[in-house]
């Protein structure tokens, strides 16, 4: 029986130990428009993001989440976008000189005893810019578990509009075929090195209520404080991103998607991006006047209708009350945004909506209704 209970306990531990907290974060054209940029200025910066062919830094143009992580021994603290959109993790590196890194935390290797060289190149770009170093080792921490000889991008530079997002890195939790340079991600080498006991992880989008309480992940499972009823699954297209089908969708009587679309699970993209002529039937179907992100002129958002995808087999919906962002001036601004590529993004505005299980086991991902 003591056997038992301590080994209750120590589950316990761990269980609590899979919680990393959240913070949410304004949006950076709102934090550019503070610090001086014209509208002209912000406007040329969009349509560089979204016209490049490379899914741009656009992604993190409403609000985006950030939660605190440590590298290396002793621990040195970073913020960092957890993102299902990308696999690697990157962080300043004591040596970076461009303006993005001056006010950002920064990895020194010096200072840890757990660091390992490897000095392998590194880029990613991000459609505006690229951030560039190279590859280092270390234990990296995530809400108490410590990973052994994680490869990360130490970087050296970093494009201008990093200066600001109020993080220091990116962690990407998609698929290692993603990775940059063949890195193993950080949850994968959890898991394979016995840290977490179920190869999947949990997230939760606090859409309201303060900042500080921005959401959650929970790795190794689910959190059922979190979500309510049974999760809805797709199975993945495509093991890369977290991509599946949505066999249809449907707005106040009329259909789009019909055929079945493309979608990508994305807590690092804000928004909901869909294709043009797809977007155009939303745009139609519930009154708005722009198809480049759908806004409604004269709104009264009680009378709006709800807009639903199929997924799994079953219609989760979303409000108007989670669709519609902000109003200003009788305008509302929707979540929705016309893209030129055929797939679809799931952001934020979806998954504040719905709890998110990210499935390697079974290679799939499930939504539950967030509460």
Request: contains cysteine.
């Amino acid at each position: 029986m003591i056997a038992q209970i301590l080994s209750l306990a120590l589950l316990c531990v761990l269980a609590s130990s899979m919680k990393m907290s959240l913070k949410r974060n304004p949006s950076i054209w709102q934090t550019m428009r503070e610090k001086g940029w014209s509208p002209a200025e912000i406007y040329e910066l969009k349509t560089q993001s979204t016209s490049s062919g490379i899914l741009g830094l656009d992604d993190f143009s409403d609000d985006y989440y950030t939660g605190q992580i440590c590298i290396g021994t002793p621990c040195q603290n970073f913020s960092v976008i957890f993102d299902t959109g990308s696999a690697n993790l990157w962080v300043p590196s004591i040596t970076c000189r461009s303006t993005a890194c001056q006010r950002k935390n920064k990895y020194d290797a010096r200072r840890s005893s757990t660091h390992t060289a490897n000095g392998t190149a590194f880029s990613i770009n991000y459609g505006t810019g690229s951030c560039s170093g190279f590859i280092s080792g270390d234990t990296v921490d995530v809400a108490g578990i410590a990973v052994k000889n994680q490869q990360f991008g130490e970087v050296t530079q970093e494009a201008k509009i990093f200066t600001y997002f109020d993080m220091d890195g990116i962690l990407g939790l998609g698929y290692p075929q993603l990775a940059v340079d063949g890195i193993l991600p950080w949850f994968n080498n959890a898991y394979k090195q016995g840290l977490v006991a179920a190869n999947q992880f949990g997230v939760w989008l606090n859409r309201g209520g303060t900042s500080d309480d921005g959401g959650e992940i929970f790795f190794g499972g689910s959190d059922p404080d979190h979500y309510t009823g049974e999760f809805t699954c797709a199975s993945l297209t495509s093991e890369t991103y977290w991509k599946f089908q949505v066999d249809s969708g449907y707005a106040n009587g009329a259909t789009f998607c019909s055929g079945g679309c493309q979608v990508i699970a994305d807590t690092g993209t804000s928004l909901i991006y869909g294709s043009i002529p797809e977007m155009a039937i939303i745009a139609k179907a519930i009154g708005a006047n722009s198809i480049a992100q759908l806004t409604i002129e004269n709104c009264d958002i009680t009378s709006l209708p709800d807009v639903s995808f199929l997924i799994g087999g079953k219609n989760l919906t979303l409000t108007p009350e989670q669709y519609v962002q902000s109003q200003r001036s009788g305008i509302c601004y929707t979540g929705f945004v016309s893209s030129i590529y055929p797939q679809w993004i799931l952001g934020d505005v979806f998954l504040g909506a719905y709890y998110s299980l990210y499935d390697f086991e079974n290679n799939q991902v499930c939504f539950a209704e967030s509460k």
